[in-house]
């Protein structure tokens, strides 16, 4: 099964901010790993092939986090 891989630029300032966007990413269907790095403020999201960027985007939104930037990688 091919997958994708979408990386973003939250604003996140401490390990309550990336366990909120943590806790939001795994409620989310087709998740199939989540990278959250605080000191660079960067999320990568690892999903299955029908779950599009613009979804993995709102659903970080839902954590009240800003996304400043985002990205397809793979």
Do not use: H
Request: with cysteine; glycine share 6%.
């Amino acid at each position: 099964m091919s997958s994708r891989e979408y990386q973003f630029n939250v604003a996140m300032s401490c390990s309550g901010c990336s366990n909120a966007v943590n806790r939001v990413l795994t409620k989310l269907d087709g998740v199939n790993d989540i990278k959250i790095t605080l000191e660079d403020q960067k999320v990568v999201v690892k999903t299955k092939d029908n779950v599009s960027y613009d979804t993995v985007l709102n659903q970080i939104k839902k954590s009240g986090k800003e996304v400043r930037s985002g990205e397809v990688v793979a």
